[in-house]
């Protein structure tokens, strides 16, 4: 049995991390439990919204993420028949954040620039190699039972922040349900290194079409000229070995922006999407947080970026707990915050946007370009959209809930 700490973390994500680093910095003592043996390689998450950048500042991430991350203060909602619909320019609400725009940045890259910060932190340390399998709590402690290379292992501490994604060995531990349900198409996700700025994609752009609608994000890769991530539905008779293949993957390509000759695959996945959200975000000494307790489809970019809201606000209010400064009823608060709005802002305008992307007769189609076109037609409209889409008015919700 090891030494008692204040707090244990599961997973090394960006959230995970994030938590521990943000307890770090006030004195608490973290530990993270991360089952894989090294920082993991997503390739999903990877567009940071205003507010996100503002949370991740303080701690010096977003200087780090500037570096090699591109701004797109653009980004559209096109047709593939009728072209461009409406262009977006989140410099309209600059008076609103120092970061009018959002930051494309792979989430493989983002891990390891907070685990850098992680590392110089005396309070701090991550064990890699140490699965979850249990956990146990009284009124006073958790015990988390992990499996290592040297064997089973437990560990005490005083609460327990479940950040260990999806299939949370945490959330199913206390016995938390995710509810909601699961698309029956699967995204595939395909890269290349051709420019589609040359027709006039801005790099970030959703395509709306009623059989193969797209998103498309550009990201850094290796360096210029980057790589063109979209993303594309796979329809539930279409095997994986069909959707991956070299001819499937090409087609899409062509059907998206026809080129000459074939275009160069930098890599390709394929994966489920869900929309979910936990019963509970907190059972006794234990929380939840990211993927442990939200789902949703990447339109938008609200997935990580919410985890990383969480992150920010448990940290604000468990530091205190931690210290003696505050009761756990600032716990109550966090899961009444972050819960409401992964509700009424995650999932609403995530679900929202899928549909307006999918949607299958004119008539639909015609009625969600006319609402579109209606919400950029004058300032305070665009106002009021902008707000939505950088998470900026969900935030002033969670800030508003007692």
């Excluded at 995204?187 to 006039?200: C, N």
């Excluded at 801005?202 to 990201?219: G, H, R, S």
Aim: with cysteine; glycine share 8%.
């Amino acid at each position: 049995m090891t030494a008692k700490q204040k707090v244990i973390v599961a997973g090394a994500g960006p959230v995970g991390l994030l938590t521990a680093l943000a307890l770090a910095r006030q004195d608490i003592e973290v530990t993270v439990l991360e089952a894989e043996p090294g920082l993991t390689v997503d390739l999903r998450a990877g567009s940071f919204h205003p507010p996100t950048l503002e949370m991740m500042a303080p701690y010096g991430i977003t200087d780090e993420m500037h570096r090699t991350g591109i701004r797109v203060p653009h980004w559209q909602i096109r047709d593939r028949k009728q072209g461009l619909i409406v262009e977006w320019d989140i410099g309209e609400i600059a008076d609103l954040t120092p970061y009018p725009y959002r930051l494309h940045l792979e989430q493989h890259k983002l891990t390891p620039i907070i685990d850098s910060f992680v590392k110089k932190e005396p309070n701090a340390r991550v064990r890699y190699s140490h699965e979850v399998t249990g956990v146990e709590q009284t009124g006073d402690k958790v015990i988390v039972t992990a499996k290592t290379p040297g064997g089973e292992d437990r560990f005490e501490a005083d609460w327990l922040v479940g950040c260990d994604g999806g299939k949370s060995a945490v959330r199913k531990a206390i016995g938390v349900e995710l509810e909601g349900f699961t698309w029956p198409e699967r995204f595939v996700v395909i890269s290349s290194t051709v420019d589609l700025a040359q027709t006039g994609f801005t790099p970030n752009a959703y395509v709306a079409d009623p059989k193969e609608w797209c998103a498309i994000f550009k990201m850094p890769g290796d360096g210029p000229p980057g790589l063109w991530r979209a993303a594309f539905p796979a329809q539930p008779e279409e095997s994986d070995e069909e959707t991956l293949s070299e001819a499937r993957v090409e087609e899409r390509m062509q059907g998206l922006q026809a080129i000459p000759g074939r275009y160069p695959i930098s890599y390709k996945s394929i994966y489920k999407v869900h929309q979910r959200v936990a019963k509970r975000f907190r059972v006794g000494r234990v929380i939840l947080a990211g993927d442990a307790c939200h789902l949703n489809n990447p339109i938008g970019g609200f997935g990580l970026n919410g985890g990383i809201h969480d992150a920010i606000t448990l940290a604000g209010k468990l530091g205190p707990v931690c210290r003696g400064e505050g009761d756990d009823s600032m716990i109550d608060h966090y899961e009444r915050q972050r819960r409401t709005v992964n509700i009424e802002y995650v999932q609403e305008h995530s679900i929202r946007n899928l549909k307006r992307l999918i949607a299958k007769t004119d008539e639909e189609r015609e009625k969600n370009f006319a609402e579109l076109r209606k919400a950029a037609s004058t300032p305070e409209s665009r106002r009021q959209f902008l707000l939505v889409s950088t998470m900026i008015a969900s935030v002033q919700r969670a800030n508003a809930i007692e």
